[in-house]
């Protein structure tokens, strides 16, 4: 197993003079996939640090997809080229950014109740994984966490550059992504993490040998290890996390039988 990472600086985004909890987490589904089909999700984080968070699983609005030969399907945004998916396979910024739009009002809506937006955290898997990335680097305040799981940018890195603010470099990530992954290659990962370091921000990339296109139970586990214990400041004292996934199970899929041979 790969792993790279910096030196944890989300715990110094938020207050320690009060205990740091996940108060609202959002999950964004891979291509064709929907929301309610991920619910299961939140069942594998139990630390005390998520006991009270809020979760939602949104579904993408069902468009064509050129790459699919314009089939249609739920999907965040267009993807042309694939497999395999790179950040060349997305050319329209602004259908990216309009998907944006939908997980920043999500978490306006949160923060407007009363979260604070260092206790948001957004994750997603593969396309759901691009936009999470671009929906934190674009938001004006610096969040909780953003973890991506086998995605990639879903935009042109030199010009989508400006368009961060300087809050958002502040909000830590978490990319996760298997080396055998044929869909959306490592390296799409690699460049990623490289993307987000060079603006400065803190990025830990982990990448698994013998892992495909596919989320496994003991990533979610090491995700709710790193916001607990990075982020929120919970060293799980008397925490055993819960291994292994669901019953009968041992990896999910998320978007493996959307794309046309």
């Not at 108060?23 to 589904?29: D, E, N, R, S």
């Not at 619910?39 to 609005?61: K, V």
């Not at 994750?123 to 799981?149: D, R």
């Not at 400006?162 to 958002?168: E, F, K, L, N």
């Amino acid at each position: 197993m790969e792993e790279e990472h910096m030196p944890a600086a989300g715990a110094g985004t938020g207050s320690k003079e009060r205990a740091r909890r996940c108060g609202f987490a959002v999950w964004l589904h891979g291509l064709g996939d929907c929301g309610g089909a991920n619910e299961f999700i939140a069942d594998h984080f139990s630390a005390a640090a998520f006991s009270d968070t809020r979760w939602a699983f949104p579904t993408a609005p069902t468009a064509p997809v050129t790459c699919n030969g314009g089939a249609l399907m739920p999907s965040w945004f267009d993807i042309h080229d694939a497999p395999p998916i790179t950040s060349k396979s997305v050319r329209g910024e602004e259908d990216v950014l309009r998907a944006v739009q939908t997980v920043h009002a999500m978490i306006d809506k949160e923060i407007a109740a009363g979260t604070n937006p260092e206790d948001v955290f957004v994750l997603g898997l593969s396309q759901g994984g691009g936009l999470s990335i671009a929906s934190v680097l674009t938001y004006p305040k610096t969040l909780g966490g953003c973890a991506v799981f086998s995605g990639f940018l879903p935009f042109n890195s030199s010009s989508f550059a400006a368009r961060v603010t300087d809050d958002a470099k502040k909000t830590p990530v978490l990319w996760l992504h298997g080396a055998a992954d044929s869909l959306i290659p490592v390296q799409e990962g690699r460049d990623g993490v490289k993307f987000l370091r060079g603006l400065g921000m803190t990025c830990e990339f982990k990448a698994y040998d013998m892992l495909g296109h596919t989320l496994a139970p003991y990533e979610l586990e090491y995700c709710q290890r790193w916001a607990s214990e990075n982020i929120l400041n919970e060293h799980g004292e008397g925490q055993e996390l819960k291994k292994g996934g669901l019953p009968g199970s041992k990896f999910f899929a998320g978007v493996f039988n959307c794309f046309s041979n």
